[in-house]
Nanobody
Framework: QVHLVETGGGLVQPGGSLRLSCVAH????????MGWYSQAPGKERELGAT???????KYTDSVKGRFIISRDNDKDTVYLQMNSLKPEDTAVYYC??????????WGHGTQVTVSS
């Protein structure tokens, strides 16, 4: 099973920025899709952004123009640059990957809190 390690969460003021990182360890197969989900208190987990191995990206409407997802295939690492953060972005952010045989793995999550 792929082991995902997320870093970069924390407390930030509205309008600030954070950068999340996620490294995939022990993957037997190449990593295809990588992405980030978020789960706010009392809400369901929802997809925020994804990137294919070739770098094709998709974003949910609420983060378009503010978040940027990127990856380093050599390091099996995905990043989420979060800009212009809003209080409603407060959530636990989960790294998600799909390998070449379709197996999905999840990180344990990192807390992002946007508050003054």
């Amino acid at each position: 099973q792929v082991h995902l390690v997320e870093t970069g969460g924390g407390l930030v003021q509205p309008g600030g920025s954070l950068r999340l990182s996620c490294v995939a360890h022990r993957s037997r197969f190449s990593i295809n899709t990588m992405g980030w989900y978020s789960q706010a208190p009392g809400k369901e987990r929802e997809l925020g952004a994804t990137t294919s191995r070739r770098g094709r990206t998709k974003y949910t409407d609420s983060v378009k123009g503010r978040f940027i997802i990127s990856r380093d295939n050599d390091k099996d690492t995905v990043y989420l640059q979060m800009n212009s953060l809003k209080p409603e972005d407060t959530a636990v952010y989960y790294c998600w990957v799909v390998d070449a045989i379709g197996f999905e793995s999840w990180g344990h999550g990192t807390q992002v809190t946007v508050s003054s």
